[in-house]
């Protein structure tokens, strides 16, 4: 038993993407692995985010092409049992079960750490040798002065509600806060978001500009350099006034302004784990924690909070402590904004001041695009002055996968020219991509010097040809 006289080799504290995959690492290493999960192994992925939100998003893409044949818009709960089948399909892969199946030993309950080397859940002792700590984090409910708690939802909230909202006030402009936003707008709420700055602010401007008249064209009234000064209950539901004295009159109203590490009670003081200000573990590169025997991954952690990173870094901290090794985390990560249109980024996203090159490609220059009539989007690449690709955007539909190739491009250094001399598949939305490295090398070539270097090599081809096959000249 985990829960005795043995010694885990790697404790794993939290079962969402980055416990399990953590946990599953190591035990394919042939470590002895204890995974501990409060609440239900999947994580916020499976239960209150990728799934469900994707899963809406399509269902609000479905209700468009609905209502314009039929004019009529889908049964919110039809939408959610929509939701909870994809849920349910996806969740024996993340269950105890498969876990206990990939070696892995599951129990439920509350981990507090007493010292190093000893947990104790629900009053039982644990071992270990190494722990994983990927409790993950949660979004912020709170920071609305009298704004009451029965209206107010938030990204793990929103799918418990069985009415559609009439009216959606959502506070943040960020991914979740846009993506959930036009879904609902699509299936029929009235939506308004308020943002502290503007709409995707971490994106290329250009990129925001796209999904701002996108949300617009779908209904939303998107309130940008806008703050919540407070709340107050009406008879027709809750207002909220603005610092600008304007008001928003809501039904329900969605927090979407950040999320908040799950590092309370964990008793990592007693271990030699350090937090930052903003309570996440500190981790270094390799994802060790401030003890050397104490490792931590995904939102628990100061780094991007993507389900795809949380797994990766599992990876890598797993393969550290259990092995030895000295493996690193890359600081190549990819983004995905699921809206319409995607917005998909990955390194450098601006020129960054004139010190590197941007290409650009608006898509009415894809044939995919113009045959799918959706030209609206461009894809960006920036190269430094030698043609290494740093960075990128795509905007368009399944931008994400496209990013795929920019993204493994930059991990392994590779050139515009790289690219531009890959055969693609056409025709297809990735010709964005090849697209742009093809007008990077094109304005290489047309340097005065390589145009110089060709004009002299043509002319060296021409007299070898004429010399080495004399007939040729009397044609």
Request: charged share 20%; with cysteine; glycine share 10%.
């Amino acid at each position: 038993m985990a829960v005795g006289n043995r010694i885990i080799d790697l404790l794993v504290v939290g079962g969402g993407t980055a416990g399990i995959v953590g946990a599953k690492t190591a035990a394919g290493f042939g470590a002895r692995i204890l995974l501990v999960e409060q609440a239900r192994t999947g994580g916020d992925c499976l239960w209150t985010g990728c799934v469900p939100s994707k899963t809406l998003l399509s269902a609000a893409d479905h209700a468009i092409t609905a209502r314009a044949l039929t004019g009529q818009r889908p049964e919110f709960a039809a939408v959610r049992k929509r939701i909870f089948a994809a849920i349910n399909t996806i969740e024996p892969v993340d269950s105890p079960a498969a876990l206990e199946a990939a070696g892995v030993e599951v129990i439920g309950g509350t981990l507090t750490f007493r010292s190093p080397g000893v947990a104790e859940v629900e009053g039982r002792t644990i071992r270990f040798r190494q722990a994983l700590i990927a409790t993950g984090g949660a979004p912020v409910s709170s920071g609305v002065p009298g704004l009451d708690p029965g209206v107010t939802v938030t990204s793990d909230t929103i799918w418990e509600l069985e009415a559609l909202p009439g009216r959606l006030a959502i506070v943040g402009g960020g991914p979740i806060a846009c993506e959930l936003g036009q879904a609902f707008a699509r299936l029929g709420s009235e939506v308004t978001m308020i943002v502290r700055s503007r709409i995707l602010p971490k994106e290329d401007p250009d990129a925001a500009d796209l999904v701002r008249e996108s949300l617009a064209s779908d209904g939303v009234r998107i309130l940008e350099n806008s703050t919540v000064e407070n709340a107050v209950t009406t008879d027709a539901g809750s207002r909220l006034r603005l610092r600008d004295g304007a008001a928003v009159d809501t039904d329900t109203v969605l927090l979407a302004t950040g999320r908040t590490p799950r590092t309370a009670g964990l008793g990592l003081e007693r271990i030699g784990v350090s937090l930052d200000k903003d309570g996440q573990v500190i981790t270094d590169t390799r994802m060790m924690t401030s003890n050397p025997l104490i490792w931590a991954a995904g939102d628990v952690t100061a780094n991007p909070r993507f389900t795809h990173l949380a797994g990766v870094h599992a990876s890598v901290a797993a393969s550290n402590a259990v092995l030895g090794l000295n493996r690193k985390i890359s600081a190549t990560v990819p983004r995905v904004t699921f809206t319409s249109p995607e917005v998909a980024a990955v390194g450098l996203t601006t020129a960054d001041g004139g010190r590197h090159q941007a290409r650009t490609v608006r898509h009415h220059h894809v044939d995919r695009a113009v045959t799918e009539d959706s030209t609206d989007g461009f894809t960006r690449l920036i190269v430094d002055r030698r043609g290494k690709i740093l960075g990128g955007t795509i905007v368009g539909p399944r931008a994400g996968e496209s990013l795929a190739e920019l993204t493994l491009a930059i991990q392994k250094g590779m050139t515009t020219s790289d690219i531009a001399g890959t055969t693609h598949p056409y025709p297809t939305f990735s010709d964005g991509v090849w697209n742009a490295a093809v007008a990077d090398v094109g304005e290489r070539l047309a340097s005065p010097l390589i145009r110089r270097a060709m004009a002299a090599l043509v002319w060296f081809r021409r007299r070898w040809l004429d010399r080495s096959v004399p007939h040729r000249r009397d044609r």
